[in-house]
């Protein structure tokens, strides 16, 4: 028979430690099985900053899906500054807008990720995309997104194309740079190489890989800078789980809210792959929530 029981680990959350120059204080957030159920279970970690990265993940200028982009409107004020504050604890800063590397070839962060030497134990398919770890094959995933996804009113996505065209931009792939509102310095990293980025974190001794960007069921996971490869090659690597988005179209299975869907990711992701933090276990304040998200 099927058992429907959630077992409850941990129902409330560890604090959050008290902050110092050479460390993150994070509260881990992962989903054990135990007799067949899942419950939430936290855990405190200290990570040292200096091995500490953060990739930003395809937070592109433009999207084919006008409610993605205004959910990342809302959502870059908040991301820049938990990066803000990253880098100023020491941690690196790698922006990782796919596609994208044109405008950025003489940038001096662009030349630090080509420059990273080859990293003696780079991994044979770092390269590519991941689209499973042998652990997913335990549960099935939550949503659908065969249909890429998209959740716009079919009027405002047809308006929204004929703008991007408009502008001289490919309605299906608009992206040419990423998102202004999000700062680079001299002293961060772009790319978007699997590879280039490995090498850069082997060069750096970097065993803790923090993931902000969207969208967490695509990109996100499935990057060769992604979740699954992070993890499947032994990084220390959480999501910050209020920090993202899903392509998720509500009016397929298991037709819930589209923040909902975000969630039973997350879940996913818990359960499979990785912990999950939060933006305020380093911001203070309460985490960011979408205005839609009720």
């Known amino acids: 028979m099927l058992r429907v029981s959630v077992l409850i680990l941990a129902a409330v959350a560890v604090p959050v430690m008290a902050a110092d120059d050479s460390s993150f ?7 054990v099985e135990k007799d067949g159920a899942f419950g939430l279970a936290t855990k405190p970690e200290k990570w040292d900053v200096k091995k500490t990265a953060v990739i930003v993940c395809d937070m592109w200028d433009a999207h084919h899906c006008l409610n993605a982009v205004r959910r990342e409107e809302e959502l870059v004020p908040r991301m820049n500054d938990f990066l803000k504050e990253a880098r100023s604890r020491g941690a690196l800063i790698v922006h990782a807008p796919s596609s994208c590397m044109e405008p950025y070839k003489d940038h001096p962060a662009r030349k630090r990720a080509q420059s ?3 990293a ?4 044979a398919d770092i390269a590519e995309w991941c689209r499973k770890i ?3 094959e335990k549960g099935k995933y939550p949503i659908d997104q065969s249909d890429g996804g998209e959740d716009d009113d079919p009027k405002e996505h047809a308006e929204w194309h004929a703008k991007l065209q408009a502008m001289g931009r490919n309605p299906k792939a608009p992206w040419k740079s990423q998102h202004a509102g999000i700062t680079i310095t001299n002293d961060d990293a772009i790319s978007d190489s699997g590879v280039e980025i490995w090498n850069l974190l082997e060069s750096r001794g970097i065993r803790n890989v923090i993931l902000v960007g969207v969208h967490t069921n695509m990109c996100v996971l499935g990057r060769p800078f992604g979740l699954r490869q992070m993890a499947k090659n032994g990084k220390n690597v959480v999501l910050v789980r209020d920090l993202t988005d899903t392509m998720y179209n509500p009016k397929m299975p298991p037709m819930v809210s589209h923040f909902e869907g975000t ?3 997350v879940e996913h992701i818990e359960k499979y792959v990785c912990p999950t ?3 305020d276990q380093l911001l203070g304040g309460k985490e960011f929530r979408f205005k839609r998200d009720h």
């Open 25 to 31: 204080s994070f509260t881990m957030r992962s989903r």
């Open 116 to 118: 990273a030497p080859k």
């Open 120 to 123: 003696a134990n780079l991994p």
């Open 134 to 136: 042998p652990a997913e």
């Open 263 to 265: 969630r039973l990711i």
């Open 277 to 279: 933090i939060t933006s």
